[in-house]
């Protein structure tokens, strides 16, 4: 019997969509209850929307001063308390799953499943390894809580619709003293989240520099897109690093990605295998992503983003 404890992800006081996602893959293992945490200071209004999230049988709150801020050290220990009798414990395979999850698993005393594609039973799963290149079958222990992160990016969200009851728990645990938040630095930007738009343009290093990407935002915000780039145009200083995709950045999958001055080293491709339809624009027709778009256009980029912009309307 699979009885499913899906650990929320959200941050300002809203739920993050890859929640969601989680509540899809634990509906694939036929799971005979699937029940969501929330921790937080004020988890009132984050619970009320984990509710609405269609398959979810319950919404359990742990609500705390030191749950303010999402620090795995803190979150872990509470996170264990709350899935006694589960049988899993699921997490966003994001920045805050990849926190979390291994200390959850570490506390268990049990070995933790990565990045789950797709589901043949509650305990056997598809994951990719060597940069995505190859897909491996993990079949987990059926005897001992099973701890694993969903890649967000390979499944759609679980549909809205549901009314789920909320449950308050209370937890005493001892939290831990040697970590405390003191800062969180983040961009702000009135564009869609990089890793649940529907549509992202990226640029590369082909774009030449940091002035020069403005074409990129301005393309974007044309589209309602979010905004992305290599590693390449990461490490040459032309935009932050949180708007990195690929291996070492994010794994996305939106329903239209635009590749623009990015030749397509196989650690990009890794994060945005998933995407519905690739368009790409590069100068050099033997470029490597030209191999998985959909939609190729070979020339400079200068040239053809403003054309593209004036057939937009």
Known sequence: MAKILVIAEHL??????????????????K???????VLADAPDAIAAEAAKIAG??????????ANAHPLAAVYAPQIVAAAQGYSH??????????????????????????DIMSVTDAHTFTRPIYAGNAIITVQAPADQTLVATVRTASWAAAAAGGSASVEALNIQV???????????????????DLQSAGR???????????????????????????????????DAGYVPSDLQVGQTGKIIAPALYMAIGISGAIQHLTGIKDAGTIVAINKDAEAPIF????????????KLIPELEAALG
């Not at 191999?291 to 200068?302: K, R, S, T």
């Open 12 to 29: 300002n006081g809203k739920l993050n969509p890859s929640t969601a996602r989680c509540v899809s893959c634990a509906q694939a293992m």
């Open 31 to 37: 799971a005979d209850a699937i029940d969501v945490l």
């Open 56 to 65: 979810v049988s319950k919404v359990l709150t742990i609500a705390h001063p």
């Open 89 to 114: 414990v699921l997490a966003p395979s994001t920045t805050f799953g990849k926190d979390v999850a291994p200390r959850v698993a570490a506390l268990l005393g049990v070995a933790q499943v990565s």
């Open 174 to 192: 001892e939290l831990p003293t040697h970590t405390r938040f003191v800062e969180l630095a983040q961009g702000s930007s009135e564009r869609p």
């Open 200 to 234: 992202v343009v990226s640029g590369g290093r082909g774009v030449g520099s940091a002035e020069n990407f403005a074409i990129i935002f301005k393309l974007a915000d044309k589209l309602g897109a979010a905004v992305g780039a290599s590693r390449a145009a990461v």
């Open 291 to 302: 191999e998985v778009a959909d939609i190729g256009l070979v020339g400079d980029l200068f």
